[in-house]
């Protein structure tokens, strides 16, 4: 499938980050595609949004396949899925990568918190698992699949540990088999992942989600060895942003008159859907 892990690995292979943002749903990914980012990222804590629950292992794995499947459906670029911790042990993340697989995703993505998780912007509890524990984990994902790929994702920094746990940890998922390893940190600057990256010795690629530190430029993740950038949250909190301002005008003017020039044309929308593919005239019957 050119757009499952075939076509995120080719990327990598290419000079530069790839640039990956986070959507929740089919629509949202269109958009991605649209954009012209590299990839989708299937947020945890977007599709968590979208049900208005906590990002805190709620919502299950049948809920997060179908986003997926239905994302890997509408569009030509990889998507990569946040699986939060796996749903579950060993043997529920083997079953989750051979689903994530089916459905067409390209990468998909477990972090080194305990189950339930907690989102890692969350101030409270972020307890950690052993690495002995999540290294079976990546494992077990590893033997389940067949190209798909499996990005492990440390969260040392996120739950106050020092650069060289984080480092340590990355290393030892690297040496288990990651394609990938994100390195998550909540910090203002990304000083404290370069104090990380900076450090790294393994062909492994490292991954950056830049929420916090988002002043960061590209060329700076670059400089550091960071070969893919996730913006993890952006299209929700954007969307979010202009709906309350759309909304808020409505009711405070009594029509929508004056909204109308920031909305989207329902045409544009039409296109999003492939609408005029699903009412196009049908093939004129053979003659008798």
Known sequence: ???????????????????????????????????????VWASGFEVSASYAVP???????T??????????????????????TGYGDAVQFAHAVRQFEAAGVAAVCIEDKQFPKLNSFVDGRQELAAVENFVEK??????????????ARTEAL????????????????ADAGADAVLIHSKAKTFDELASVALLWDRATPLVAVPTTYYATPVEALESIGIRIIIY???????ALAAMEQIYAEILRSGSTASVESRLWPMKTIF?????????????????R
Request: hydrophobic share 45%; glycine share 10%; aromatic share 2%.
């Open 138 to 151: 990546l494992r077990a994902g590893q033997r389940a699949r067949r190209e798909l790929m499996i990005v």
């Open 271 to 287: 296109e999003l859907q492939g609408t005029g593919q699903a009412v196009a005239e049908p093939a004129p019957a053979e003659s």
């Open 158 to 173: 996120i739950a106050g540990c020092r650069a060289e746990e984080a480092l340590r940890r990355a290393r030892a998922y």
């Open 55 to 61: 990002d805190a292992s709620i919502v299950t794995l």
């Open 232 to 238: 993890a949250n952006h299209g929700l909190r954007g």
């Open 1 to 39: 499938m050119a757009k499952g892990p075939s076509a995120l690995r080719m990327r990598l292979s290419r000079p530069g980050a790839a640039r990956l943002i986070g959507a929740h749903n089919a629509l949202g990914a269109k958009m991605a595609e649209r954009a012209g980012f590299d990839g």
């Open 63 to 84: 809920e997060h396949l179908a986003i997926a499947r239905s994302m890997c459906d509408a569009v030509e670029i990889p998507v990569v899925v946040d699986c939060d």
